[in-house]
């Protein structure tokens, strides 16, 4: 690390922070512009819209829609169920990546991890295929043994519908991410409680887990981020079934305002919200894994 | 004894293989259908009526090879992306890691919170931003906003801290090379597997990307795969002999991650992502 | 320190720049009539998602070497609005747009369409006075209708004689046929009512005799939560809720199914429904016949009207007369009719109702020789709203969000026209609208 005096590292920055001052920072600004404006009326008749100030009137819009709370509730319980499953299972799998006499791994890893290279909006597909009860092959299986078929859009059903797809496009990225930190660790660490008879669970809940509690935490700040940005799932799923309405999750919600309704302005506004809260969320779950992960090292 | 495979952590990883694999089984089953057998044969088993051969027929004379077109569309999208995000982010994180600058904790915290914007806010604006600069419908609306990856950064910075040692780059300074010399002659090396882990995230990213696209493009000749077929389903709604083409699309369209995957996993630094690399 | 004032002011021009374009939106070019020679070259982009429309711009090109028409295939969704409308805002709008009837106020209101009243005049007695209306707000032109969908009841025939079945002539009696349906068969069911489908139920209540927008002197009055709306609603609320017809949306793998398969028999739908017929039950081709849409009470003999649309002009488009004679030539001219009926659109056109592509039924309707004869008949009998209003987007989304709701849980849907015209009033209060009534 140098603290010499040099232009070098403002060069080397500088197509990065050109970048996103351009794309990411401007049209923040632009977005929050947007959310203090809005189109009025004038005239008789049909009238011409134009474009007016007004000032805080969108973010009072957007705090009292109801239907943006509602989208809120279903995107917590869509993500009480995916963001546990999918750590769980991303877990599971690479402590058994992980773990001696396992067979099949280089399969098993490959095929695990495929999912992630399948777009959103084609996996969305895929399963709704599969969820239809008139076209399902679940639900042939069921009735070719003489049960109804499952309701997959179901009041209840349809948030495991939708987290399934996305726990089955995530647990493999998550995954790897996992087992590759488990590889990084030294051996020296557990060989000797192995030497010492101690089980491969054992093993794995006791000293493996605890190791890899950062990449724990990194991967499950990202697994929220992903809870909140949910919206390729249930758009796609939504034209099949009554179950899904077009403001489902949050930002189904803000599509709508922004690209049904038309109203860009009041759809800037509340993303603004659900941004700020975003970041809110995320750096309190920094912060609680941090002082867990600093209480376990104690 | 000590070789023998245990069978229920075997049977367990067998299991979520099933699980990933099952849904893509049903597609390749699916797009051995031609459109009548689609929606009446059982879908859990494939037909070998020379559907699968038809639908590719099909799909490449779709709009006069269209799809091919998107295809290649998404290749020079997630690898152009790719690549230029990898030299941009390689050089910033690079020079957060081993330098020490005015504004360097402000650069690295915008970064980090630009990380947490959904980019469904950032879309609109940016829609108008590249209009104004007359890039909108062209390439590089795509490609450009594609480019800033805050997640790249921050992975080029840990990586370049863990890996590239100070006494390697003091030591160049003391033979006089200069600060750029130093990271393309040091850095870079060094850094290869991370920034091949940045290429590869990213090129999945784009690759994947829907709403950015759907947003900048209107001319479906410059559509990548996932918007291409994304208009194709639409159609498909009325015209139910396109699910057909859009099913052997997805098959099609997933073949070249599935390539890029396994040719470059060995290179892979993925605990990257969890921020614990040592050294 | 001068490489950081130079980012900031960059970003500062960028910002301003942005925010230039809202202005420029505001300006009000589509009140000025078209000036200049339509017949000068010309390169336009035109925005579309019906299928195989390219034959028609190929059809054009051959014809006008000097006047390019590039087809741009569009997803045809309510996204297809705003994504005309910041083009629009950002200037790079195509010059030619599809439009569906319902959504030109919007389109009007937000200044992105030219106005083509004279441009457009000497082709406005090839069209009925009712179908020239829906492109026509307060004396102003704004698009030529292309194709309309007057709604028809189609149904299986070869099942329909199989199980006994009459045509229903009114709905009435389509009631009693969807539970004698169920009762002769447990597989099948008469039709689905799809509850995500505004324009769908738009027709339905069109037919009944309402008018969801009428303007009052310059004020709107919303007439949804009125007793023709509710009599349709209430009637198909009977069914669903008894099981006596699905309450599934239409347009999904499981319903290309169920079409395909014979476990729906009858679909009411628009003129154009027979290409849709046609993709979405392949095994269905001769099976399948069509009448006129059962009445409210018998002898009455009035349909309404399923999607359609009309060809517009943006306001920013910098070929306006050119692209306003593709506009016409595409609706008018005998050839384009020809082969918009041969990719399954039905002509706004009386010329194109009436002429020779239409001679013999569609290949998927050999049951019906006389499938476009009929059309033409029922297509007399269409009636649409007096107005459309400027705030349609908004309250087909808050049918489509509260009627499937309703389906599942088994509601009044009659309720839902009561939600809905609140949510429409007060939207339009919103955005600046004189309202009368409530």
Known sequence: MTGRRTRAPYVMAAPAVILFVVFIVVPIGYAVWLSLHAMRVSGAGLGIRAEVFVGLGNYLDAVKDTALYEAIQRMLAYGVIMVPVTMGLALLFALLLDAPRVGGKRASRITIFLPYAVPGVIASLLWGFIYLPAVSPIGAAFKAVGLDAPDFFGDVSVFFSVANIAVWGSVGFNMVVLYTTLRAIPKELYEAARLDGASEWRIALRIKVPLLRPALTMTSVFTLIGMLQVFSEPATLRPMSNTITQDWVPLMRIYQQAFVDNDTYLGAASSVLLAGATVLLSLAALAVFRSRSARSER | ?279 | MRRRTFLVSSAATLFLAGCGTDTSGGAAPAASPIAGDENAPANLVFWSWAENIQRVVDVWNQKNPTQKVTLSGQAASDELIAKFLTAVKAGNAPDVLQAEYQSLPTLITNNALQDLTSAVAPVKSAFPDGTWNLTSFGGTTYAVPADVGPMMLFYRADLFEEMGLEVPKTWEEFGALAETVRKKNAKRYLTTFSPGDAGWLAGFAQQAGADWWTNENGAWKVGIDDEATRKVLGFWSGLVNSGAVLGDPMYTPQWNAQMNDGTIIAWPSAVWGTGVLAGVAPKGKGKWKMAPLPQWSAGENVTGFWGGSSTAVSATSKQKPQAAKFARWLSTDPEALKVLVEIGLYPAATLGQTSGGLDAAPEYMTSQPDYYESASQISKTARGFSSWGPNTNVTYGKFEDLLPTAVKNKADLAAVATQVQQASVADLKKQGYQVVGG
């Open chain 2, 1 to 279: 004894m000590r070789t023998r495979t245990k069978i229920v952590p075997t049977l367990l990883l067998a299991l979520g293989g099933v699980y990933a694999v099952l849904p893509l089984l049903w597609v390749i089953f699916a797009s051995t259908k031609s459109s009548d057998e689609l929606f009446t044969t059982f879908s859990g088993w494939p037909s070998f009526n020379g559907g699968f051969t038809e639908n590719i027929a099909a799909l490449s004379s779709y709009g006069g090879g269209r799809f091919w077109l998107w295809m290649l569309n998404s290749l020079i999208y997630a690898g152009g992306g790719a690549f230029l995000t990898v030299v941009v982010s390689a050089a910033c994180g690079y020079a957060l890691a081993k330098y020490r600058f005015t504004g360097q904790r402000l650069i690295f915290a915008s970064l980090l919170a630009g990380v947490l914007v959904p980019g469904i806010t950032l879309a609109i604006p940016q829609y108008l931003l590249l209009s104004q600069m007359n890039l909108v419908g062209t390439y590089w609306s795509v490609i450009l906003p594609s480019v800033i990856s805050p997640y790249s950064i921050y992975l080029c910075r840990i990586y370049a801290e863990a890996a590239v040692p100070d006494e390697i780059l003091e030591a160049g300074r003391v033979d006089g090379a200069g600060e750029f010399r130093l990271l393309w002659s040091v850095g870079v090396p060094i850094m290869t597997p991370g920034l091949v882990t940045v290429f590869l995230l990213q090129f999945i990213g784009i690759w994947n990307n829907f709403l950015l696209p759907y947003i900048m493009l209107a001319n479906d000749d410059l559509f990548p795969l996932t918007v291409g077929l994304y208009s194709l389903l639409n159609r498909g709604a009325s015209q139910p002999a396109l699910y057909t083409l859009v099913i052997s699309g997805s098959l099609l369209s997933i073949i070249p991650i599935v390539a890029l995957f396994l040719f470059l996993q060995r290179f892979w630094r993925l605990d990257l992502v969890a921020g614990s690399v040592k050294g």
